[in-house]
């Protein structure tokens, strides 16, 4: 069974992306929105720990057009119907409240 996991806060305000990170499975998928898009950021250990685990990484479009974050190769940008079919194409989605 795969899971979506959703992750819309800073990582670096909290642990969220680090306990994310252990739990993830090898068919599951991690979307970045709202300030977790702030994890795409060059030089910083949250990209860097992303860019290593070498998972299937999803950041809302807009959110981070809104916060002027590049998007990096390895990670893919969605729009909300993307978004909706990320949800579907997953057995569960886990958000990261």
């Known amino acids: 069974m795969s ?3 959703v992750l819309s806060h800073s990582p670096f305000g909290d642990d969220r ?6 739990l993830i499975g090898a068919d599951d998928a991690l979307l970045l929105c709202g300030d977790a898009a702030y994890a795409l950021q060059p030089g910083t250990a949250p990209f860097a720990a992303l860019k290593a685990r ?3 990484l999803y950041v809302l479009a807009e959110d981070a057009q809104a ?3 590049a998007i990096p190769d390895w990670a893919e940008a969605v729009d909300y119907p993307a978004f909706v079919e990320l949800s579907i194409h997953h057995d569960k989605v886990n958000t990261w409240l």
């Open 67 to 69: 916060r002027s974050i």
């Open 17 to 22: 992306l680090n306990s994310c990170l252990r």
């Open 3 to 5: 899971t979506l996991h």
């Open 54 to 56: 070498g998972l299937k």
